[in-house]
């Protein structure tokens, strides 16, 4: 099973990473939406904990940039109803502390807001999970500050820009440097895709 990987990123490709090993083999490694990784540049050398899905059809690779993040991933798929899909998208919520706190303060409608996971779900991974994650022991790694809690290593918003004009072809640097100067703060994804593309026409 392939638990961590140390290699080139070369590319950013529908929700992963693609990242060359030293043998030359291009992996590619499925990662939160708001994953610290993304802050990597085509070309930097990567570390990943990761979890392989295997099926009939094929294998998967899961990763995140440290042992924490991995071991509540691996946390979250051991609830009945949660798969590794389910499992990337409650991930795709914010930090691991983020998501840490969502399930120790039992804020079913939170972890609901991830793609695929229902009420039910939601509800089922608090009563499974809650006492294993520990709100006290949160609370203490948060120093009790929710406003560094909420705080994201990456803006959701050019993020999520990013992604989309690395969807449309571009590299990851010239998407980052078009949505690196566009100056507006506060507005959609949608319309920093629009001042961006002003910039790589």
């Given amino acids: 099973?392939?638990?961590?990987?140390?290699?080139?990123?070369?590319?950013?490709?529908?929700?992963?990473?693609?990242?060359?090993?030293?043998?030359?083999?291009?992996?590619?490694v499925y990662i939160p939406t708001y994953s610290p990784l993304l802050n990597a540049r085509e070309g930097d050398t990567v570390e990943v904990f990761t979890h392989m899905?295997?099926?009939?059809?094929?294998?998967?690779?899961?990763?995140?940039?440290?042992l924490e993040g991995l071991k509540l991933y691996e946390l979250l798929i051991?609830?009945?109803?949660?798969?590794?899909?389910?499992?990337?998208?409650?991930?795709?919520?914010?930090?691991?502390?983020?998501?840490?706190?969502?399930?120790?303060?039992?804020?079913?409608?939170?972890?609901?807001?991830?793609?695929?996971?229902?009420?039910?779900?939601?509800?089922r991974i608090i009563l499974e999970l809650s006492e294993k994650v520990g709100a006290f022991e949160i609370e203490a790694e948060a120093g009790g500050d929710d406003k560094q809690v909420a705080a994201r290593p990456v803006t959701g918003e050019?993020?999520?820009?990013?992604?989309?004009?690395?969807?449309?072809?571009y590299t990851k640097k010239e998407a980052e440097d078009a949505i690196g100067q566009v100056a507006d703060e506060g507005i959609s994804a949608e319309e920093y895709i629009k001042k961006a593309l002003r910039f790589l026409m």
Avoid: C, W
């Avoid at 991930?91 to 039910?120: E, F, H, P």
């Fill in 78 to 123: 051991t609830v009945n109803g949660v798969g590794p899909k389910a499992g990337l998208a409650i991930m795709s919520l914010g930090t691991t502390m983020q998501v840490k706190k969502l399930i120790g303060m039992r804020d079913a409608a939170g972890i609901a807001k991830a793609q695929g996971v229902g009420k039910k779900t939601a509800e």
């Fill in 158 to 169: 050019r993020t999520e820009a990013v992604m989309a004009l690395t969807a449309l072809g």
């Fill in 53 to 66: 899905q295997v099926k009939e059809d094929g294998m998967r690779l899961y990763g995140f940039p440290d």
């Fill in 1 to 28: 099973m392939i638990r961590h990987i140390k290699g080139e990123y070369i590319f950013y490709d529908s929700g992963a990473l693609v990242i060359q090993t030293e043998s030359g083999i291009g992996l590619r």
